[in-house]
């Protein structure tokens, strides 16, 4: 199977299909002033799956319950809201959601300032900034291969998941430019004898004027896994970042390539940065 690529595959949209019961964080306004979060966290404190992608984008293609419907038992341990997913796949073939702050926001208004439990060191950027990371957002998942009583699954469906990489700056096709992007440092390994310690990059220099230098996009690489009827645990790996302020707390999505034209049913649980 060829990997997602959403930057390829067309236009987001937000939250134009939701069944949302207990959907997320109680009071938005009060969080948003509440300063920033520290160490690790549970997504759905922070962050509602209001971001539709692809054919979810389009009314009755896809829906999400929240604390309804999910699958049991829960994964042990399992902590913060659980997500039951119905994408009923039509002429876009893909489909997928993020988990975003505000509700609904691509860029709109700054995300949440986000102080990992990871001490990463100074800012090179800016003297005095201290620079706090995560090791990754881990997070269950299973898909219900028998959803389709009368066609069930053939294949076990690959998904990807992702966190942050929400740009403002370039919306998805048919969205208006936002001011505000997902911030953060990204590092590379020190690589003897070339590059004897590790490179940080805050600030992004790509225009020539340094007048108009900004900070860097938080942009983890997407991960690619395959679903199975039973839990699993995956995660997205956070360990190269550190991080600043995240619109975008987590995102997933599949296509029809390993079930063409059958209803995907799949549930996500446990969804923490940490």
């Given at each position: 199977?060829?990997?997602?690529?959403?930057?390829?595959?067309?236009?987001?949209?937000l939250?134009?299909?939701?069944?949302?019961?207990?959907?997320?964080?109680?009071?938005?306004a009060?969080?948003?002033?509440?300063?920033?979060?520290?160490?690790?966290?549970?997504?759905?404190?922070?962050?509602?799956?209001?971001?539709?992608?692809?054919?979810?984008?389009?009314?009755?293609?896809?829906?999400?319950?929240?604390?309804?419907?999910?699958?049991?038992?829960?994964?042990?341990?399992?902590?913060?809201?659980?997500?039951?997913?119905?994408?009923?796949?039509r002429?876009?073939?893909?489909?997928?959601?993020?988990?975003?702050?505000?509700?609904?926001?691509?860029?709109?208004?700054?995300?949440?300032?986000?102080?990992g439990?990871?001490?990463?060191?100074?800012?090179?950027?800016?003297?005095?900034?201290?620079?706090?990371?995560?090791?990754?957002?881990?997070?269950?998942?299973?898909?219900?291969?028998?959803?389709?009583?009368?066609?069930?699954?053939?294949?076990?469906?690959?998904?990807?998941?992702?966190?942050?990489?929400?740009?403002?700056?370039?919306?998805?096709?048919?969205?208006?430019?936002?001011?505000?992007?997902?911030?953060?440092?990204?590092?590379?390994?020190?690589?003897?004898?070339?590059?004897?310690?590790?490179?940080?990059?805050?600030?992004?220099?790509?225009?020539?004027?340094?007048?108009?230098?900004?900070?860097?996009?938080?942009?983890?690489?997407?991960?690619?896994?395959?679903?199975?009827?039973?839990?699993?645990?995956?995660?997205?790996?956070?360990?190269?970042?550190?991080v600043?302020?995240?619109?975008?707390?987590?995102?997933?999505?599949?296509?029809?390539?390993?079930?063409?034209g059958?209803?995907?049913?799949?549930?996500?649980?446990?969804?923490?940065?940490?």
């Open positions: 199977m060829t990997p997602i690529s959403l930057e390829k595959k067309g236009a987001a949209a939250c134009l299909s939701l069944v949302m019961v207990a959907c997320g964080p109680s009071s938005e009060s969080r948003a002033k509440s300063g920033p979060i520290v160490g690790p966290f549970l997504v759905s404190e922070v962050f509602t799956p209001s971001g539709f992608m692809g054919d979810g984008a389009i009314p009755d293609r896809m829906t999400v319950s929240i604390n309804n419907d999910c699958k049991q038992p829960r994964p042990p341990g399992a902590q913060g809201d659980c997500y039951h997913f119905i994408y009923r796949v002429d876009v073939k893909w489909a997928g959601c993020d988990w975003v702050f505000p509700t609904s926001s691509w860029g709109t208004v700054p995300g949440r300032t986000l102080i439990p990871i001490d990463l060191g100074p800012n090179p950027d800016h003297p005095g900034v201290e620079l706090h990371g995560y090791h990754h957002v881990r997070f269950y998942a299973a898909v219900d291969m028998n959803f389709d009583k009368t066609h069930p699954l053939a294949n076990p469906p690959a998904f990807d998941s992702w966190a942050g990489r929400i740009d403002g700056r370039a919306p998805p096709a048919g969205s208006p430019i936002q001011p505000y992007y997902d911030t953060g440092c990204s590092f590379f390994p020190a690589m003897p004898p070339d590059m004897p310690a590790p490179s940080i990059t805050c600030t992004d220099k790509t225009n020539p004027d340094p007048a108009k230098w900004v900070p860097f996009a938080f942009a983890p690489n997407k991960t690619t896994n395959t679903l199975a009827q039973e839990w699993m645990p995956f995660s997205v790996d956070l360990s190269r970042w550190s600043d302020q995240v619109i975008g707390g987590f995102g997933w999505a599949a296509n029809d390539s390993d079930n063409p059958q209803t995907l049913s799949i549930y996500f649980d446990d969804i923490v940065w940490e």
